[in-house]
C-alpha cells in the first residue's frame, strides 16, 4: 500500500534503502521493518504510520513520545547505563528536524532505530518472563517519575478512568440499541453490584493522594523486550498511550494480563484463576524497580489494582456488547460477551485472594 522508499527518504537515515516488509503482531498501527545499506554495513529500522482513527491526534501524540523518550535516555546517560540507547526507543528526526513526518496523503510516520538481539513475547511462558516485565514497567515510571514540564497530552481521554467507563455502561443499558439488556441482567448486576470500586482510584487521584504519574497504560507482556541471552526485560516499547494517570493502573493491567492461564476470550470460565506465584512475580519484580518512588498509598493499592483494571475491561467489553459490537472487533456473535464473562471469573478469583495478596505485597 505504501512506497516505504520514499517514506524513509523523508528521515535522516543516511543510507541506501534496500528492502522492507510488514513486522510484529500489533492490531493497531502498520509496523515495517526496513533494511537499509550504510556504507556497506546493513542496518534495519522500524518503521510505523500511525493509525489516526484510533489516535485522532498523532502529532501530540508524537511530542508526548518524544519528550519520554529523551528524558528517559537522559536519565540513563546520567546513570551511566552502558548500553542506554538499547534500554529506551529513540526517534529518528524527519528531514525537517520533527520527531514525525507525514506523506502526501497526511499519514504521520515515525522511525525507530531497530534493537537487536531482543525480542517480544506474546504470551506470558514462565514467572522469570512476569518478574522481567513487571521490573521493565516499574523501571519505566521510574525513569520519567521527574519527566519536567507540563503534563503529558492524554492521546486516548478518559482511558483508565473507571467512574466514567461505569457511566458509559449505564449509558449502554438504558438505551440498548439492540435489545440485548434483558439477556445479560445478571452480568449488568453483577457489574453494578460493585460501583463503588469503580470510583477507588478516582477518587484518590481528584484528591491528591495518589500522584499523578508518566504512565504507560498498555503493559501486556509484548510490550517488553527481553533480551535474547539473559532474558533480562530491557526495552518498554508502544508508547502511544503513555499519558498521565496512576501507577496502580500499569500495575493492575499486568495482573489482568499476565496471571491467569485461560486466554482473554475463553467460554470455559472454569479455566480462568489468578495464579498467585504469578501474582508474587509481578510484585517482586515491579517492586525492585519502583521502591525508590512508589507511594505507601501505592504499594497498598496494588492488589486492589488487578481486580479494578479486570473489572474496568470487562466493563468495556460489556458496554460494546450492548452497543452492537463497535468497538472491539468480534469473531463470533457473543465474543464480547464471553470476553466480558472472563473478566468477571478474573475478578471473582482476585476476591478470593486479595488476604493473602494484600499480606504477600506488605512483606515484599
Not at 529518528?92 to 497526511?106: F, L, S, T, V
Not at 476470550?265 to 501474582?279: A, H, N
Not at 473489572?311 to 469473531?331: A, H, Q
Request: hydrophobic share 35%; net charge negative.
Amino acid at each position: 500500500m505504501y512506497d516505504l522508499r520514499q517514506i524513509t527518504d523523508l528521515f535522516e537515515i543516511r543510507a541506501d534503502f534496500v528492502q522492507g516488509y510488514s513486522y510484529g503482531s500489533g492490531h493497531i498501527n502498520d509496523t515495517y521493518c526496513i533494511w537499509v545499506d550504510q556504507a556497506g554495513q546493513r542496518i534495519r529500522y522500524i518503521l510505523q504510520r500511525l493509525a489516526q482513527n484510533v489516535f485522532k491526534q498523532p502529532i501530540p501524540l508524537m511530542k508526548n513520545v518524544k519528550r519520554v523518550t529523551d528524558h528517559a535516555l537522559e536519565q540513563l546517560l546520567k546513570e551511566g547505563c552502558p548500553e542506554a540507547r538499547r534500554r529506551t526507543l529513540t526517534l529518528i528526526p524527519a528531514r525537517d528536524g520533527k520527531p514525525y513526518a507525514q506523506d502526501e496523503e497526511g499519514n504521520v510516520w515515525r522511525v525507530y532505530p531497530f534493537i537487536e538481539r531482543a525480542r517480544t513475547y506474546d504470551a506470558i511462558e514462565t514467572p522469570g518472563q512476569c518478574v522481567e516485565a513487571a521490573r521493565a514497567f516499574g523501571n519505566f515510571q521510574k525513569l520519567t517519575a521527574n519527566l519536567p514540564g507540563e503534563p503529558l497530552f492524554e492521546t486516548i481521554p478518559d482511558f483508565h478512568n473507571t467512574t466514567k467507563r461505569l457511566a458509559a455502561l449505564k449509558e449502554a443499558i438504558a438505551a440498548d440499541p439492540l435489545g440485548r439488556a434483558g439477556e445479560v441482567r445478571r452480568e449488568i448486576d453483577w457489574y453494578l453490584a460493585r460501583e463503588e470500586d469503580c470510583h477507588v482510584v478516582t477518587n484518590y487521584l481528584a484528591s491528591g493522594e495518589l500522584p499523578l504519574r508518566c504512565t504507560h497504560n498498555d503493559t501486556k507482556l509484548n510490550n517488553v523486550m527481553l533480551d535474547d541471552v539473559t532474558g533480562e526485560g530491557i526495552c518498554v516499547i508502544d508508547l502511544d498511550t503513555t499519558m498521565p494517570g496512576s501507577a496502580v493502573y500499569d500495575f493492575g493491567d499486568m495482573v489482568r494480563t499476565a496471571t491467569s492461564p485461560a486466554a482473554e476470550d475463553e467460554k470455559d470460565v472454569s479455566l480462568v484463576t489468578c495464579r498467585m506465584f504469578m501474582f508474587e512475580a509481578l510484585v517482586r519484580g515491579y517492586l525492585d524497580s519502583a521502591r525508590s518512588f512508589i507511594t505507601p498509598l501505592e504499594k497498598s493499592l496494588l492488589p486492589f489494582s488487578g481486580k479494578l483494571l479486570t473489572m474496568e475491561c470487562g466493563i468495556r467489553f460489556l458496554t460494546d456488547y450492548l452497543s452492537g459490537d463497535v468497538y472491539f472487533k468480534i469473531k463470533r456473535p457473543e465474543h464480547n460477551l464471553d470476553r466480558c464473562r472472563t473478566q468477571m471469573a478474573l475478578v471473582e478469583s482476585i476476591e478470593s485472594l486479595l488476604p493473602e495478596m494484600q499480606k504477600m505485597v506488605e512483606q515484599a
